[in-house]
């Protein structure tokens, strides 16, 4: 090949401006005597370029690290494995099927949960930045990144409160008597007392249409909530308060100095609950009427799995349980070195997680079973609380009718709960303070750690008011589940169809020199897209006015949440014109396909290893070879 044509066809993709002009000065300069190879001449102006100019390089800033590879596993553990592995796992199985429900959810996770963790963490991890700059990929989908940190921050406001309602348990865990086995004089007839001793009425006729002690506990006492929100949310409880301003100040202290600090505590947060775990499922097992709960759980009912509900379940669990498309992994994996051998935390990972949600299952219907036994039920299914019922309502009864040491396991049960929040809590925390680290690198952690800990103890006071759950369970709904499907939708689309399957193997082939089977792909580009795509119809077509405990709520708390929800997927629209819009040339078609391609600096953020990725990514397209149409070349080529 003649230099001429060397020199014309050496790409000046992803170089900023200054590399165009120094590079294009040297090739004015250089004067040749004779014809070189072509990728021999390529090599040597790059690395004058980088000798001479090496300060205007992208890295900018040093990125924070892990301090060991391990701490990334243990991070993701604690993230995925959270409270809704202990206690909405076995309720949403129970819900749909049972045991039935095991084979659509592990459906679910070969071809949704799996593919699309591992696609994050590659994401994270290939370009070191957070996930607002990992949408340099596609930057007309930033709005993608900019929508999931939206979802990510409302769900720490409320997952806080919830580690809240679980502090007040432990802390009255330590009481001489359990305080939701006795009934208060004010809960009047109604309350069935749930001690030890068994349910405990005066009047027999009311047994069946009473409440539980545990149940007007957790009602009356620590939640003070009202039949509906006719007048209004009410005021905060100062006993709550003081639980949340605990959950935030062990937030804030474990965010301290940033993934060091809670790198080394992800040790703790992910081993300790399987301790408690397996404690548990001990004494679960040795419980009167134990076996019958658990064989209840997993006991199939076949005809669920025509049902489209049972899958639309198991997606969403699977969803929240791995928390994928929340923008949590891809800042994770981007603290990883740059040729981690990721792919086998991923299987790690997304095993474990499936796992304990089945141990979890295993445990609480153990104990559900032994409170049907000790009540002379025989529908297990009527002593189940739903959702956060399940674990203050349901188990605390379960509990208090342990005849050794009630307050010992109480303690253990939520104080497992606590770790399990806390682990998945630092995640989103994390997420949403490296957004602004990466923004503004003169921060220092600790500041962010207590700034974001301030704003999310003062948006946590509404759940903290009487009608906090009503206000939780809309913003649950509004606010992440169905903002975070549509913006996991656009996130598989960018990087699968605009950046292409074909090239993310290519780029996961340069860091990790490991060939992508056809399983990833074709999960990648149909399988997972598509079975989110039907989830999202399912959604809409079968939507109903949100209702709390059978309750509907007022028309302006409707229009809260779907202001709640446009303000997450405006992102989307608005993020994509204003990339359109910062494009240089003319007319706006040009801008759109510009905004369509990575940016000039997307690639490892180190110098050299960018240096390398530029000749790998000239060396492919040099011998690129299409095979068959776009779509098959995409996901085989």
């Given at each position: 090949m003649h230099c001429s044509s060397c020199i014309a066809?050496?790409?000046?993709?992803?170089?900023?401006?200054?590399?165009?002009?120094?590079?294009?000065?040297?090739?004015?300069?250089?004067?040749?005597?004779?014809?070189k190879d072509c990728a021999v001449y390529t090599t040597e102006v790059l690395e004058m370029d980088n000798s001479e100019d090496e300060p205007e390089q992208p890295m900018a800033t040093e990125?924070?690290?892990?301090?060991?590879?391990?701490?990334?596993?243990?991070?993701?553990?604690?993230?995925?494995?959270?409270?809704?592995?202990?206690?909405?796992?076995?309720?949403?199985?129970?819900?749909?099927?049972?045991?039935?429900?095991?084979?659509?959810?592990?459906?679910?996770?070969?071809?949704?949960?799996?593919?699309?963790?591992?696609?994050?963490?590659?994401?994270?991890?290939?370009?070191?930045?957070?996930?607002?700059?990992?949408?340099?990929?596609?930057?007309?989908?930033?709005?993608?990144?900019?929508?999931?940190?939206?979802?990510?921050?409302?769900?720490?406001?409320?997952?806080?409160?919830?580690?809240?309602?679980?502090?007040?348990y432990l802390v009255v865990s330590f009481s001489e008597v359990l305080p939701w086995t006795y009934c208060l004089t004010e809960w009047g007839a109604q309350c069935l007392a749930t001690g030890a001793t068994g349910f405990n009425s005066s009047n027999t006729n009311t047994s069946t249409q009473g409440k539980s002690s545990a149940e007007l506990y957790f009602t009356q006492t620590v939640l003070r909530e009202p039949e509906s929100l006719d007048e209004g949310l009410g005021t905060p409880s100062w006993e709550m308060v003081m639980c949340l301003l605990v959950t935030w100040i062990i937030i804030a202290l474990t965010l301290f100095k940033g993934i060091r600090s809670s790198g080394k505590a992800s040790y703790f947060l992910a081993l300790f609950p399987y301790?408690?775990?397996?404690?548990?499922?001990v004494r679960a097992l040795t419980l009167p009427g134990a076996w019958n709960g658990i064989i209840y759980f997993i006991q199939p009912q076949w005809s669920q799995l025509l049902n489209?509900?049972?899958?639309?379940?198991?997606?969403?669990?699977?969803?929240?349980?791995?928390?994928?498309?929340?923008?949590?992994?891809?800042?994770?994996?981007?603290?990883?070195?740059?040729?981690?051998?990721?792919?086998?935390?991923?299987?790690?990972?997304?095993?474990?997680?499936?796992?304990?949600?089945?141990?979890?299952?295993?445990?609480?219907?153990?104990?559900?079973?032994?409170?049907?036994?000790?009540?002379?039920?025989t529908d297990i299914s009527k002593v189940v609380k739903g959702g956060a019922g399940l674990a203050f309502i349901s188990y605390p009864e379960a509990i208090a009718k342990f005849k050794y040491l009630p307050q010992m396991f109480a303690v253990l049960f939520f104080f497992m709960l606590l770790v399990l929040g806390i682990g998945s809590n630092i995640g989103m925390a994390s997420c949403v303070i490296n957004v602004v680290k990466d923004r503004f690198p003169h921060l220092q952690h600790w500041q962010l750690a207590i700034g974001a800990s301030v704003v999310g103890f003062l948006c946590g006071l509404v759940y903290m008011t009487p009608g906090g759950q009503f206000v939780l369970n809309l913003v649950d709904f509004y606010g992440c589940t169905f903002i975070a499907l549509v913006m996991a939708i656009a996130e598989l689309f960018a990087i699968s169809w605009i950046y292409g399957v074909k090239r993310v193997c290519s780029d996961i082939e340069f860091m990790l020199n490991v060939k992508t089977g056809f399983y990833w792909r074709i999960c990648w580009a149909i399988m997972a897209p598509g079975l989110m795509f039907l989830v999202l119809i399912y959604m809409l077509v079968s939507y109903e006015p949100l209702t709390y405990k059978g309750v509907e709520y007022p028309e302006s708390a409707y229009m809260a949440g779907w202001l709640i929800w446009g303000l997450g997927v405006a992102q989307l629209p608005f993020w994509a014109l204003y990339t359109i819009y910062q494009q240089p040339g003319h007319g706006f078609l040009t801008k759109f396909r510009l905004a369509l391609q990575p940016t000039k600096d997307w690639g490892p953020r180190q110098p050299q290893q960018l240096q390398a990725y530029l000749l790998h990514r000239q060396k492919v397209m040099s011998s690129k070879q299409r095979r068959g149409g776009f779509f098959f070349d995409n996901i085989f080529g």
């Open positions: 066809r050496r790409s000046y993709i992803n170089m900023d401006s200054k590399q165009f002009a120094k590079l294009k000065r040297m090739d004015d300069s250089i004067k040749l005597t004779k014809e990125r924070d690290t892990w301090g060991k590879g391990v701490e990334f596993l243990f991070s993701c553990i604690a993230l995925s494995v959270g409270l809704g592995n202990v206690w909405r796992f076995p309720f949403i199985a129970l819900e749909n099927g049972g045991g039935a429900f095991l084979i659509p959810y592990l459906v679910v996770l070969l071809l949704v949960g799996r593919p699309i963790y591992y696609l994050e963490v590659i994401m994270g991890q290939f370009s070191s930045r957070g996930c607002i700059g990992a949408f340099d990929i596609a930057p007309i989908f930033k709005g993608v990144a900019f929508g999931q940190v939206y979802s990510t921050a409302l769900a720490t406001t409320y997952y806080a409160c919830i580690m809240a309602l679980t502090i007040r301790v408690i775990m397996l404690i548990l499922l489209p509900h049972v899958w639309y379940a198991a997606i969403t669990q699977m969803f929240f349980s791995l928390a994928i498309c929340f923008g949590t992994l891809v800042m994770y994996a981007s603290f990883n070195d740059f040729n981690k051998r990721v792919h086998k935390d991923v299987i790690i990972v997304t095993t474990i997680d499936s796992f304990t949600s089945i141990l979890a299952g295993c445990i609480i219907f153990g104990i559900l079973g032994n409170l049907a036994y000790e009540t002379n039920v």
